[in-house]
């Protein structure tokens, strides 16, 4: 068990540029989700997959925000003309998700840093 | 909606001493999980300790243990015989019954004194 992977860690770029994050989740976990995280504050949630359908977006989530999950795997979160306001850093997290009160607990990745200048 | 509160924004402990982190939430539901969550400084979230609404006895790990008062929405985390290591910033979260997204709280900075 390899944990949650998050690639790449840190991303520079430049404003109106098209970026995109990938997260591994632990292998035979359903769910997937995507947070946002700006310092000092909690993460907060924005789109969760049940293996490969978003089953959830939050209205933080704006037209230029678009996350797959094709295979149900490894998950993608692209953002398309970034903006200042982007800069976050981008967490993923998995879990079991199959049913049952016990699969529920959430592990996070090392989270993608992003920064648009 | 769900929210979680976290009142104390930054905290101290001596090493070896024991300290609370207080914890609220808001929601109409009837089962549900709470977590604390540790972030070290430039490092990726862990779980510290989970509890289900649906169980009365606290949760216990090791050093850590929580007060879960439901009928006041409250959830707190105590730490014991503090270590230097302990020193992070620590998320309370709430997830709904069908263990769906984390509703975070703002955190609290726990810095550990030697």
């Known amino acids: 068990d390899t944990g949650v992977s998050q690639n790449p860690r840190h991303k520079i770029t430049k404003r109106g540029q098209n970026v995109t994050f990938r997260c591994d989740p632990i292998?035979?976990?359903?769910?997937l989700y995507w947070y946002r995280q700006t310092l000092g504050q909690g993460p907060e949630f924005l789109t969760y997959f049940q293996n490969e359908a978003q089953l959830e977006k939050s209205r933080l989530l704006s037209d230029r925000f678009s996350a797959e999950r094709p295979k149900g795997s490894f998950s993608t979160l692209e953002i398309q003309r970034t903006e200042q306001g982007d800069s976050a850093m981008y967490l993923c997290a998995s879990s079991l998700g199959a049913g049952g009160r016990d699969q529920e607990t959430q592990y996070f990745g090392p989270g993608t840093r992003l920064l648009v200048l | 909606a769900q929210t979680v509160t976290q009142s104390q924004p930054e905290m101290s402990v001596q090493e070896a001493e024991t300290v609370t982190l207080s914890c609220t939430y808001d929601?109409?539901?009837?089962?549900?999980?709470l977590f604390w969550y540790k972030q070290p400084p430039s490092r990726q979230m862990i779980l510290v300790i989970r509890q289900e609404a649906y169980k009365q006895q606290n949760a216990t790990e090791n050093r850590f243990s929580v007060n879960f008062q439901k009928a006041a929405k409250s959830f707190s985390l105590k730490i014991s015989d503090s270590q230097l290591g302990d020193a992070a910033m620590y998320f309370c979260a709430y997830s709904g019954e069908y263990g769906n997204k984390l509703v975070f709280g703002a955190g609290t900075i726990l810095r550990v004194k030697s």
């Open positions: 929601t109409s539901e009837s089962d549900y999980y």
């Open positions: 292998s035979e976990h359903n769910r």
